[in-house]
Antibody, heavy 122, light 112 residues
Framework: QVTLKESGPVLVKPTETLTLTCTVSGFSLSNARMGVSWIRQPPGKALEWLAHIFSNDEKSYSTSLKSRLTISKDTSKSQVVLTMTNMDPVDTATYYC??????????????WGQGTLVTVSS | QSVLTQPPSVSGAPGQRVTISCTGSSSNIGAGYDVHWYQQLPGTAPKLLIYGNSNRPSGVPDRFSGSKSGTSASLAITGLQAEDEADYYCQSYDSSLSGPCVFGTGTKVTVL
C-alpha cells in the first residue's frame, strides 16, 4: 500500500524558512518515471502546484515561487524535503506531498498525502 | 492563479445528473494534453477520480465520467448521491511557464 505523510511545523513566523518532510512507503524514490510533488491549498482556495523531484534528481519549480523553493530527496530514508524561504501570511495553507507519474505532456497525481496545515503568523 | 477555469458551484437533487466544465487554453487542454479530475471530500485530501480524460481508477463508481473536446473538458455525475457532495478539481499538463502542472479553480457540488 502506497502512503505519503507530510511532517513539519504547524506555525512559522513571517520571514522564517519552512521545512517540510514527506515520508513515503509502498514505493521507492528510485522508481523510474515516478516522482513526488508538493502542492498547497490555502484555506477555502484552489490547489497550487509547487515543485517536483524524480528518481534521477530532475527537479522543477513553480515559476512564481522558484526563488523561494528548494526540493530534495533522501532515497535511503524514503523522504522528500521542501524548503520555502521568507514565509509570509499569504503562504498559510495545507501542504500536500503526492506521488506523480509523468511522461511527455502527461502529468498525473496518483496519490496524495493527508496534508499538513501550516500557519504563518507572528 | 489557477490556469483552468471551472464554475464555482453546481447543485442537483439526488438522482439527477450534473456536469462540471473545465476550460483551458492552447498551452494545456487545447494542446491535446490529458485532463484528470480529483474529488476532495470535506476536510480530506484530494483523491484521483478520473485520469486520462475519461478513465476511472479501480473503485470509482461508474456514475462518474469524463470527456474532453477542444480546449475544454467535462466531468459528469449521473445518479447524484449525498456522498458526492465535495469539491472537484480538474488538472492538466501545461507547456507554458505556468506548468508543468496546472489545476482548475475548483467546483463545489451540492446535493440538494
Amino acid at each position: 500500500q502506497v502512503t505519503l505523510k507530510e511532517s513539519g511545523p504547524v506555525l512559522v513566523k513571517p520571514t522564517e524558512t519552512l521545512t517540510l518532510t514527506c515520508t513515503v512507503s509502498g514505493f521507492s524514490l528510485s522508481n523510474a518515471r515516478m516522482g513526488v510533488s508538493w502542492i498547497r491549498q490555502p484555506p477555502g482556495k484552489a490547489l497550487e502546484w509547487l515543485a517536483h523531484i524524480f528518481s534521477n534528481d530532475e527537479k522543477s519549480y513553480s515559476t512564481s515561487l522558484k526563488s523561494r523553493l528548494t526540493i530534495s530527496k533522501d532515497t535511503s530514508k524514503s523522504q522528500v524535503v521542501l524548503t520555502m524561504t521568507n514565509m509570509d501570511p499569504v503562504d498559510t495553507a495545507t501542504y500536500y506531498c503526492a506521488r506523480i507519474q509523468t511522461s511527455s505532456g502527461y502529468y498525473l497525481i496518483i496519490s496524495w498525502g493527508q496534508g499538513t496545515l501550516v500557519t504563518v503568523s507572528s | 492563479q489557477s490556469v483552468l477555469t471551472q464554475p464555482p458551484s453546481v447543485s442537483g437533487a439526488p438522482g439527477q445528473r450534473v456536469t462540471i466544465s473545465c476550460t483551458g487554453s492552447s498551452s494545456n487542454i487545447g494542446a491535446g494534453y490529458d485532463v484528470h479530475w480529483y474529488q476532495q471530500l470535506p476536510g480530506t485530501a484530494p483523491k484521483l477520480l478520473i485520469y486520462g480524460n475519461s478513465n476511472r481508477p479501480s473503485g470509482v463508481p461508474d456514475r462518474f465520467s469524463g470527456s474532453k473536446s477542444g480546449t475544454s473538458a467535462s466531468l459528469a455525475i449521473t445518479g447524484l448521491q449525498a456522498e458526492d457532495e465535495a469539491d472537484y478539481y480538474c488538472q492538466s499538463y501545461d507547456s507554458s511557464l505556468s506548468g508543468p502542472c496546472v489545476f482548475g479553480t475548483g467546483t463545489k457540488v451540492t446535493v440538494l
